[in-house]
């Protein structure tokens, strides 16, 4: 076989390849067709003024963009957050660029009621939803909505994203990545 067809092949084989694997990798974050997607993140970096509910440090209002940016794949139907400002403003460029309103499951009531609103909200929808929890709920959330155990979150870690993809057949896929730096 001549060398420039074995080369073209090459190619072709390549690109098709290549091609598919990046659309395995979109499907990841954007969701299969017929399934929900859950995104679940910690809130972006607080101000640390003393006070009980912090506003976004500077780095953590350019977290919460990269966070909108990282998703601007996905189609999101609604976005949920604590009565906390740190996790509504992490979610706010996401909602802003979604063009959907911010939804809060509050914290007055105990944990276990937030996590078992945050669960019902997931469940009222059948699109998919992006979760702005805190460092001792996000592995509640995660596990309520049929994730794995994971790990406690060290206060000072930001930018993981726990996706939790709910199949036709209601079985729970679970991937873990990061956005930003």
Known sequence: MPSVLKSTIAFIVLTFLLN???????????????SKTIIVVRHAEKLNDGTRDPVLSNIGY?????????????TVSQAIASNYQRTQLTLKPLAATQNIEVTIASTKDGIETHIAEIVALV???SGN????????????????LGGPQIDALDESSYGGLYQLTITPSAEVEFQVSHFGQ
């Open 123 to 125: 469940d009222s929808v």
């Open 129 to 144: 939803s992006v979760i702005a929890g805190h460092s001792n709920t996000v592995p509640l959330i995660i596990k309520a």
């Open 62 to 74: 350019q977290q919460a963009q990269t966070l909108a940016e990282a998703l601007s794949a996905l």
């Open 20 to 34: 598919n694997s990046v659309l395995a990798h979109e499907s990841t974050i954007t969701g299969v067709a017929d």
